[in-house]
């Protein structure tokens, strides 16, 4: 059964903690996205990999940091110096250049 | 579950009317478009895409028409259901790199029964 997955599905945090979310697949896809989602918003980029040991910054990549060190994963840390890091996050991953991104069901995570 | 429309632009229609939502995107040299459906809580599902040489593509029971001429995306969903109710995305692939797309805002869809 090939897919996103992201966990987990809610997230708690106090306020000064860095924090990892996680996201693999198995679709043997290239590239992988994070998102942020705020409510009535759209989604906007933070981190993008178009293949392992490689990533590049989104459009709002300060107080975040990615890793991919293997095909199948790409995590995501929201550090201390995201200054309002509560919001719904969503990973995705595409076959190749012009294809749709598939996407995980989404972290919600709530910064106190 | 999270609402994730909470200020978007609103489409009410009634269960079993067509629904037409529209998206009006920015670069007139993009050449690849998808429509998502976001449901709330949940992570964005395709529904369908067009290239830049149709203007045109029909998927089961909901048809994509593309304007180039007003860079102008649109999705027909006909004989609207319940379960059609969502939150929609237009997105075209980024000029800056074939493995960015951009999103626009989106827009609420509500089925009335």
């Known amino acids: 059964d090939g897919g996103i997955t992201q966990s987990p599905k809610y997230l708690f945090r106090k306020e000064g903690q860095n924090v990892t979310l996680s996201c693999e697949q198995n679709?043997?896809?290239?590239?992988m996205y994070w998102y942020r989602q705020d409510p009535g918003q759209g989604l906007r980029l933070i981190y993008y990999?178009?293949?392992?040991?490689?990533?590049q910054k989104g459009d709002i990549a300060e107080g975040y940091s990615v890793s991919r060190e293997k095909k199948e994963s790409f995590p995501l840390t929201v550090t201390s110096a995201q200054k309002n890091p509560t919001a719904f996050y969503l990973c995705?991953?595409?076959?190749?250049?012009?294809?749709?991104?598939?996407f995980g069901p989404g972290t919600r995570l709530t910064v106190t | 579950g999270e609402s994730v429309g909470l200020h978007l632009p609103t489409l009410s229609v009634q269960e079993g009317d067509n629904s037409i939502i529209n998206c009006a995107y920015s670069?007139?040299?993009?050449?690849?478009f998808i429509w998502y459906k976001q449901e709330s809580g949940k992570g964005p599902q395709f529904i369908i895409d067009?290239?830049?040489?149709?203007d045109k593509r029909q998927g089961q029971r909901v048809t994509v028409l593309l304007n180039k001429t007003v860079k102008h995306l649109s999705l027909q969903i006909a004989a609207t259901q319940p379960g059609d109710s969502a939150v929609y995305f237009c997105a075209e692939l980024g000029l800056d790199s074939s493995y960015k797309l951009i999103f626009g805002s989106g827009t609420r869809l509500l089925v009335r029964p």
């Open positions: 670069n007139s040299a993009s050449d690849y």
């Open positions: 990999s178009q293949i392992v040991n490689d990533f």
């Open positions: 679709l043997n896809h290239d590239a």
């Open positions: 995705a991953s595409m076959a190749g250049q012009g294809y749709e991104q598939y």
């Open positions: 067009i290239r830049s040489n149709m």
